[in-house]
Nanobody, 114 residues
Framework: VQLQASGGGLVQPGGSLRLSCAAS???????MGWFRQAPGKQRELVAS???????YYADSVKGRFTISRDNTKNTVHLTMNSLKPEDTAVYYC??????????WGQGTLVTVSS
């Protein structure tokens, strides 16, 4: 049971990145989310998607980020456009249900800088 996140890197402001999360076993859950944690800040929920396709976005990323899931491949993606320096953080993939996240990936670093 694990979550493997990938796709992070260094990007210039205004650029785009696509994060991917591959899940095995029961880690691919009814509720899948992407969290992020910037240095000195608390981990925050960025976006989530249910098995039925309902999505949630933090106000800070609405209109710029898109979360999607492929239930046939047990994967979740976070497409990030118009990136800002304040989006710099370690991004974590997580799975759970009913608002409780049980499974966590190792994190992938996103750095937005010129």
């Amino acid at each position: 049971v694990q979550l493997q996140a990938s796709g992070g890197g260094l990007v210039q402001p205004g650029g785009s990145l696509r994060l991917s999360c591959a899940a095995s076993g029961s880690a691919f859950s009814a509720l899948m989310g992407w969290f992020r944690q910037a240095p000195g800040k608390q981990r925050e929920l960025v976006a989530s998607v249910t098995s039925g396709g309902s999505t949630y976005y933090a106000d800070s990323v609405k209109g710029r980020f898109t979360i999607s899931r492929d239930n046939t491949k047990n994967t979740v993606h976070l497409t990030m456009n118009s990136l800002k320096p304040e989006d710099t953080a370690v991004y974590y993939c997580s799975g759970g249900r009913l608002g409780i996240y049980t499974y966590w990936g190792q994190g992938t670093l996103v750095t937005v800088s010129s």
